[in-house]
């Protein structure tokens, strides 16, 4: 079984930066399209980023498009997510997660318990 640990929220003013971290177990994290997710109270949890195995390839949803950056470190088995330009509209609690291959907004796997980003406007 795989295990998510996300870290590196935090409250931020609008405008500001954070960059988040999930920090996996298991060997498959290497061989694995990972995924980026957000969820606020009351509504589902959507897609924000994903990265294919070698980081060769990378799909953001258009809301984060050209202000947040998804990274690997296969030799850490750690997934990044740099995200720049910080509006109040991304305050989420973000989790990572495994993602379909060939349809990257679908996770799979169990949920880590998320990290908490809060943007004040």
């Known amino acids: 079984q795989v295990q998510l640990v996300e870290s590196g929220g935090g409250l931020v003013q609008a405008g500001g930066s954070l960059r988040l971290s999930c920090a996996t177990s298991g060997r498959a994290f290497s061989s694995s399209t990972m995924g980026w997710f957000r969820q606020t109270r009351g509504k589902e949890r959507e897609f924000v980023a994903a990265?294919?195995?070698?980081?060769?390839?990378?799909y953001y949803s258009d809301s984060v498009k050209g202000r947040f950056t998804i990274s690997r470190d296969n030799a850490k088995n750690t997934l990044f997510l740099e995200m720049n330009s910080l509006k109040s509209e991304d305050t989420a609690i973000y989790y990572c997660n495994a993602v379909r291959y060939d349809n990257y907004e679908y996770a799979i796997g169990s949920w880590g318990q998320g990290t908490q980003v809060t943007v004040s406007s």
């Open positions: 990265i294919s195995a070698s980081g060769g390839h990378r």
